[in-house]
């Protein structure tokens, strides 16, 4: 079964082309990275696939449902985490957490079920009291991811999620992510950072509107590191 799925998808900006032709599969419960510097359309894509904008030409597919034919059934399949943080910074993590729920119609003891089980997933329960202003940078994302699976979505998207985070705590939300893959969750997860793609995961290189690379990563850098096959695709005009 195939997690997402878009097909030939442009997108422009007035005379600016934001996405040229872009298509991509990612099977159900893989990681895959969405590599590219910034600018090259990966915001765009983000806001496509979350029928944020619509797109004149492409297809898109969210666990098997059309985005455009039935966008209800598609959405239902997808938890996001945007790059800005969106947290209610005077509301507690567990009250934060509550609030969406709501919002996806889970009461009772459902949601009380469900918010136990993703804080304990992303390791914050000892947190889930805690302002979410008192919090740092690491446990704020892992909160918003929590936040993000309250609804046991198959498809996971995740943009820039760890910007302004230091090296410790990159390195957690990265691993974190990684095991919600290990357990079915199909995740997409957009970063201009070649040190988050490990060379086992499913890599689409984006630059300038297009799919530069396509495939597992350890195949996409060759004989070289990701990171000099990256700066080497994107330094010479596509």
């Known amino acids: 079964m195939t997690g997402i799925r878009v097909a ?9 082309t934001a996405l040229d032709g872009v298509s991509f599969d990612v099977r159900a419960g ?5 590599l590219g510097p910034n600018g090259a359309g990966k915001s765009t894509l983000f806001d496509l696939l979350t029928r944020l904008f619509v797109a004149p030409r492409g297809r898109i597919e969210i666990a098997g449902h059309d985005l455009a034919k ?14 800005q943080p969106t947290l209610d910074l005077d509301l507690t993590v567990r009250q934060n957490l509550s609030y969406f729920a709501a919002l996806h119609g889970l009461s009772g003891r459902n949601r009380a079920q469900r918010i136990d089980q993703v804080l304990e997933r992303l390791d914050i329960a000892d947190r889930m009291h805690e302002k979410a202003r008192t919090l740092n940078g690491g446990h704020r994302r892992r909160t918003e991811i929590a936040r993000a699976l309250l609804h046991d979505p198959a498809v ?11 090296a410790a705590s990159r390195a957690a939300i990265t691993d974190h992510v990684h095991g919600l893959a290990d357990d079915g969750t199909t995740i997409l997860w957009a970063t201009h950072l070649a040190d988050e793609v490990r060379p086992d995961d499913r890599l689409v290189i984006l630059h300038q509107a297009k799919v530069l690379a396509d495939g597992l990563a ?9 990171q000099e096959a990256f700066l080497a695709m994107t330094s010479e005009p596509a």
Do not use: H, M, W
């Open 8 to 16: 030939d998808l442009s997108y422009s900006y007035g005379a600016k």
């Open 30 to 34: 893989a990681f895959c990275a969405l």
């Open 70 to 83: 039935a966008p209800s059934a598609a959405l239902a399949k997808l938890g996001i985490v945007f790059q």
């Open 156 to 166: 996971l998207l995740l943009d820039e999620p760890t910007v302004g985070l230091d």
């Open 218 to 226: 350890r195949n996409v850098s060759g004989d070289t590191s990701l």
